[in-house]
C-alpha cells in the first residue's frame, strides 16, 4: 500500500498525497476540493443563520404583530396642545352653522403681492445615482437611539380595487422601490421629477393664501420646491384642469372636513380654481373654519367645515378618579360623528375627510356616552393611548359617512399628512430647511397614525364589500409627501403669525403646513385623478 493511502485525511485540508499511483493522487485530490466546497457551504450557510438570528432578537417586531396598536404615548408636550395647529387648544368639533354667524361675499384672506425675482427653472435634474437613501442599517441604528422606535405594520395586498395598502414611506426622490407594481398604474408610487411649469397659480392671482403659507411673500429665498411633479410608475397624473373640473361639476356639491391641513388643501384647491372664475364666499362662521363657496357661473359649491376629530368631542370638566383632580380634558365620542360635517355632506357628490394630529391631544375616551378609558400622563384608570382609539373612531367615521340619509356620494379619505421636524421637535426648536425632495425618514408618530388608517380602511372595505367598493376612496398622499421635505413654511411666516406664536424658547418653525403653492397642489391633481369616474361621468 502507497504512504498517500497511510495517511489520515483531514476534511478542510488539501491531501498532499505522494502515492505512487498517478490514478489513486488525482482521486484523493478531487475529493480533497469536493471537501473543501462542503466547508465552504456550511461556513457560509452558518455566518447567514447567526446574521438571521442577530435580526430576530434585535427588536424590530414581525410585520404582523398587532401589539403596535396597543398603548403608545404621545410626547408630553403634545397632550396639551395638538402640533402646530393655528387654532385655540379648547374646541369643539360639533360645532354647527347658525344664523348669527357672519356672511362676506369674498373674503379676503390675503391681498400680498407675489414676491418677483424667482428663478425660472426648475431644480437640476435629480437621479438614481445621487438619490438620498436611508440604509437597513442606518434605520436599526436610530431604532436604538429612540425612546420608540419605528415600528410598521405592512397589511397584505389586495385585489380589491379601492384598497390602497400601506407601504413605509421612502427618503429618497420615490417610492418605486416600495413594493412591486405589476405594470398597473399606481398613483401612490412613483417619483418627484423636475418639472420647468411654473405653478398654476401665485399670491397675486390667488387671494385665498393665508399669511403663514404665503412663503414667497414672507420671504423664503429659494422656489426650486416649486418646479417638481409627481410621477407616478406606469403612468402621469395631469394638472386639475379648472375649466374642464368647473364644467364636469356643474350644480354639484363638494365637501371637505378635517383639521387645518384639510383647510391648506381646500386653499390650494381654490387657488387653482379661482384662474378661470373667483367664488363667491356665501357662509363663513366667526372663526373662519367653516366657509361655504360657490361658483356661480357653474353653481358649484365647495364647503370646508371644521372638524379636526371627525368624530362629536366636548371640552368640559372631568375629574380623575385616581387623583380626584378635576380639569378641562377633550371627551371623544368614538362612536358618534361630528355633526357638522355629516349636515354638510347631505346632497353631497364628493365628501373627502381627513384627521390626524389632535388625537395626540390629552382626552378621555367614550362609547355610547361611556367613558372606556383614556390617553394622559400620568396614565389614567385605563390607558389606552391614542392609536387604538383613533382606529376606532376612523372605522366609525368610514361606515358612518356611507350610511347618511341623503348622501349617496363618494367618500374619500386622506391619509396621514406627515410633519418634518429636524433637529427637534415643534416646540424644541425643530426645523425644516431643505430645499430639494428627500433624505427625512419617516416619523415614529407618522408611521403610527398612517398604518392605524390603513388597517381600519382595509378592515372597513372587506366588511363593506360592494357598499365600500363603489362608494369608498382612499387618497393615498403620506409616502409621496413625506419625500417633500422641503415644502413646508419653516421660518418663513408673517411677522403676525410668529409674535402669535412666540414662546421663551423662541419662534416655532411650521414644518407641518405647506406652502401655497408647493407640494399640497399635487394632492389636488391626485384626488382628481382618482375619482375621474365620478367627476367627469
Request: charge should be negative; aromatic fraction near 10%; charged fraction near 20%.
Amino acid at each position: 500500500m502507497g504512504r498517500g493511502q497511510q495517511r489520515s485525511v483531514n476534511i478542510c485540508v488539501e491531501v498532499q498525497g505522494n502515492g505512487k499511483a498517478h490514478m489513486e493522487s488525482e482521486l484523493m485530490r478531487s475529493m480533497a476540493r469536493q471537501r473543501r466546497v462542503v466547508c465552504v457551504a456550511l461556513f457560509t450557510a452558518l455566518i447567514t443563520f447567526s446574521a438571521y438570528v442577530v435580526y430576530i432578537n434585535s427588536g424590530i417586531p414581525p410585520e404582523e404583530d398587532t401589539s403596535f396598536f396597543d398603548v403608545q404615548p404621545a410626547p408630553a408636550s403634545l397632550l396639551d396642545d395638538p402640533l402646530m395647529e393655528d387654532v385655540p387648544s379648547l374646541t369643539n368639533s360639533t360645532s354647527t352653522l347658525t344664523d348669527d354667524d357672519q356672511t362676506q361675499s369674498g373674503k379676503n384672506v390675503s391681498t400680498s403681492a407675489y414676491s418677483e425675482g424667482s428663478s425660472e427653472g426648475p431644480s437640476p435634474a435629480v437621479n438614481s445615482d445621487n438619490l438620498l437613501n436611508e440604509t437597513f442599517q442606518n434605520n436599526l441604528i436610530q431604532a436604538e437611539v429612540s425612546p420608540t422606535p419605528s415600528q410598521s405594520l405592512e397589511e397584505e395586498e389586495t385585489d380589491d380595487q379601492v384598497l390602497e395598502e400601506a407601504t413605509p414611506a421612502s427618503t429618497s426622490q420615490n417610492t418605486s422601490s416600495l413594493q412591486p407594481s405589476n405594470g398597473e398604474c399606481d398613483l401612490k408610487r412613483g417619483e418627484w421629477i423636475p418639472d420647468s411649469r411654473p405653478p398654476m397659480y401665485n399670491s397675486s392671482t390667488c387671494r385665498y393664501i393665508q399669511a403663514f403659507q404665503n412663503c414667497a411673500k414672507n420671504g423664503r429665498p429659494d422656489d426650486g420646491y416649486l418646479y417638481w411633479k409627481w410621477k407616478p410608475d406606469h403612468c402621469e397624473v395631469p394638472r386639475v384642469d379648472a375649466r374642464a373640473f368647473l364644467t364636469a361639476m356643474r350644480n354639484r356639491l363638494m365637501v371637505f372636513a378635517g383639521d387645518s391641513i384639510a383647510r391648506n388643501q381646500i386653499q390650494s384647491l381654490l387657488c387653482v380654481l379661482a384662474q378661470v372664475e373667483d367664488p363667491k364666499d356665501m357662509y363663513h362662521s366667526e372663526d373662519d373654519r367653516n366657509h361655504i363657496y360657490l361658483f356661480q357661473s357653474y353653481n358649484f359649491t365647495l364647503r370646508i367645515h371644521w372638524a379636526p376629530y371627525l368624530v362629536r368631542v366636548e371640552d368640559k370638566p372631568y375629574t380623575w378618579p385616581d387623583s380626584n383632580k378635576t380639569e378641562i380634558v377633550t371627551h371623544v365620542y368614538l362612536d358618534e360623528l361630528a355633526e357638522v360635517w355629516v349636515k354638510a355632506a347631505v346632497g353631497a357628490d364628493v365628501l373627502q375627510l381627513s384627521a390626524g394630529q389632535w388625537w395626540y391631544k390629552k382626552a378621555i375616551y367614550l362609547e355610547k356616552g361611556e367613558p372606556i378609558g383614556c390617553h394622559t400622563d400620568p396614565p389614567c384608570f385605563n390607558e389606552l393611548g391614542f392609536a387604538k382609539p383613533y382606529g376606532t373612531g376612523i372605522a366609525n367615521v368610514l361606515k358612518g359617512s356611507l350610511s347618511i340619509p341623503g348622501f349617496s356620494g363618494t367618500t374619500v379619505y386622506r391619509s396621514f399628512a406627515p410633519d418634518h421636524f429636524e433637529g427637534g421637535d415643534w416646540d424644541t426648536g425643530g426645523y425644516c430647511n431643505r430645499t430639494t425632495p428627500g433624505g427625512v425618514p419617516l416619523a415614529y408618530l407618522t408611521e403610527l397614525m398612517y398604518s392605524a388608517q390603513i388597517k381600519q380602511f382595509k378592515s372597513v372595505t372587506e366588511e363593506l364589500d360592494i357598499v365600500a367598493r363603489n362608494r369608498l376612496k382612499l387618497l393615498d398622499i403620506t409616502n409621496l409627501a413625506q419625500i417633500r421635505a422641503d415644502g413646508h413654511p419653516n421660518s418663513y411666516r408673517n411677522q403676525q403669525d410668529k409674535i402669535a406664536d412666540k414662546t421663551p424658547e423662541g419662534i416655532r418653525n411650521d414644518c407641518l403646513h405647506w406652502c401655497l403653492p408647493g407640494p399640497i397642489d399635487t394632492w389636488n391633481d391626485l384626488l382628481v385623478e382618482s375619482l375621474r369616474d365620478v367627476i367627469f361621468r
